[in-house]
């Protein structure tokens, strides 16, 4: 016979369960709680940060144009850094596998029912892009590095990452039961003296982003490749959004500093550049076999719809020559960076399209308000805890779709936004650095060094 629950207030606060007489704490208390106690938005601010951060978007959602609430908006938030979501090829590649075998086959996991020829084919074509002896697709990018990162590390094991290091990433790394050491972001001479620390007993491996996607700086990986050389640990890089944006070829921030070989894992996600899902990673064939076989997120999820794999399959192919397209997002890029350096805004570091407007307290969620309702311009306000506590920023991302005109227009919008809502995002602001993705995770852990 099922147990009946009952569920009181503590005076002291938060919440205990009554089960069968006895009173035990409720793991549901922290959910009780949070919007009243702990949600990044104040009393003040919670109407307009449930509005901007639970905003719904219409299907297609790419594209500098998108249709918003029964009018046409201009869009500057998606990742589609190359148009490949709508690219009419890659559609009507993806349309036509479904068509033939439905939006989910093939059924099952990998090691089951769940492998096709396709999969097989992808995995050869991601190879051969990222310069690899073999690859290995995932359904979600997330679990491309929770998977990998979690097999390939163990308990006795460290791993070294930077402060900034996606939270999949982070995850991995908490899965594998590996002990978990973090260095200043970007900082060679941080990492150093991590590596210092180590016990030389112990496998050790690097973990970094190659781009960071709030901050949109490039990892130094000539310096991280010539430290883990030095002190004989592995690399793993994440290039999710350097990969198609990144290097003469898109093949990513290692390419533009020809340290591709030097690279011992190659990660990313087809969910940016390429248009597409899933993810991947690349490395030497003993590496993938092994991965293969003990990756949690692989063996036990459902493999990539055979639609899906052809998409990517043909947006690999587009990418790998869209240099046209790369041009223009740099090129839209370097002009959206330019224009707001001129008004003093602060866009911190970043060396890619990615540019973070930033702000303190929560004023990015009312200049995000004001563009949707008044100047029908879409762009994503991003909060804590992707950024630090009392600092929220614009991430603003210009594509290759976009042109001169839209650029111009969003500048000139975002400083009339901005003086309407009585907010401030000149060099004063420049002290604000954002703290890139899930760093709450892991801020005191830096005193390890």
């Known amino acids: 016979m099922a147990c009946s629950l009952s569920r009181a207030e503590r005076p002291g606060g938060g919440s205990r369960v009554y089960w069968e007489g006895l009173s035990v704490p409720d793991i549901f208390d922290k959910c009780f709680r949070f919007r009243k106690d702990h949600w990044i938005a104040g009393t003040a601010d919670r109407p307009v940060a449930e509005r901007v951060l639970f905003d719904v978007m219409p299907i297609r959602n790419a594209g500098p144009w998108v249709e918003y609430k ?109 002990t978990i050491r973090y260095f200043r972001h970007n900082d060679p001479e941080s990492l150093e003296r991590v590596l210092m620390r180590c016990d030389p007993g112990k496998a050790r491996m690097i973990i970094v982003d190659g781009v960071y996607s709030m901050n949109g700086d490039i990892a130094p990986l000539p310096e991280i490749c010539d430290l883990k050389e030095k002190y004989g640990a592995r690399l793993f890089v994440d290039d999710a959004h350097g990969n198609g ?150 991430r603003v991302v210009p594509t290759a779709m976009h042109s001169e005109e839209n650029i111009t227009y969003l500048v000139e919008s975002l400083e009339a936004a901005v003086a309407e809502c009585g907010s401030s995002i000149k060099d004063d602001a420049a002290a604000l650095r954002n703290d890139g993705n899930g760093v709450q995770m892991r801020r005191t852990s830096l005193n390890r060094e």
């Open 245 to 394: 944006v990144c290097g003469e070829t898109g093949r990513g921030s290692a390419e533009i500093f020809g340290v591709e070989e030097r690279i011992d894992v190659h990660a990313g996600t087809f969910s940016k550049a390429f248009g597409t899902a899933g993810g991947f990673v690349a490395a030497d064939q003993d590496v993938m076999f092994y991965i293969r076989n003990t990756a949690p997120t692989l063996l036990f999820t459902k493999a990539t719809a055979a639609c899906v794999a052809t998409a990517t399959l043909k947006s690999i192919e587009l990418v790998s020559r869209a240099h046209d397209r790369r041009e223009a997002a740099w090129r839209n890029a370097n002009h959206l960076q330019k224009e707001l350096a001129a008004r003093g805004v602060d866009i911190g570091e970043t060396r890619t399209p990615i540019t973070p407007v930033r702000f303190a307290g929560n004023d990015a969620l009312h200049v995000a308000d004001r563009l949707r309702s008044e100047y029908g311009i879409y762009v994503s306000a991003v909060v804590y805890p992707a950024v630090s506590k009392g600092t929220t920023i614009l």
């Open 70 to 178: 029964g009018r046409r908006i201009l869009q500057f938030s998606s990742n589609d850094y190359l148009g490949m979501s709508v690219h009419p090829e890659i559609i009507a590649a993806a349309a036509e596998t479904a068509a033939e075998y439905g939006v989910g086959a093939p059924m099952g996991a990998r090691p089951l029912t769940g492998t096709c020829e396709l999969h097989l084919e992808l995995e050869r074509k991601i190879a051969e892009f990222k310069g690899t002896q073999a690859a290995l697709s995932f359904t979600i990018g997330a679990g491309a590095m929770m998977g990998a990162v979690g097999s390939l590390a163990q308990p006795g094991d460290i791993l070294i990452m930077d402060q900034y290091a996606h939270a999949s990433l982070v995850c991995g790394g908490r899965i594998s039961g590996a």
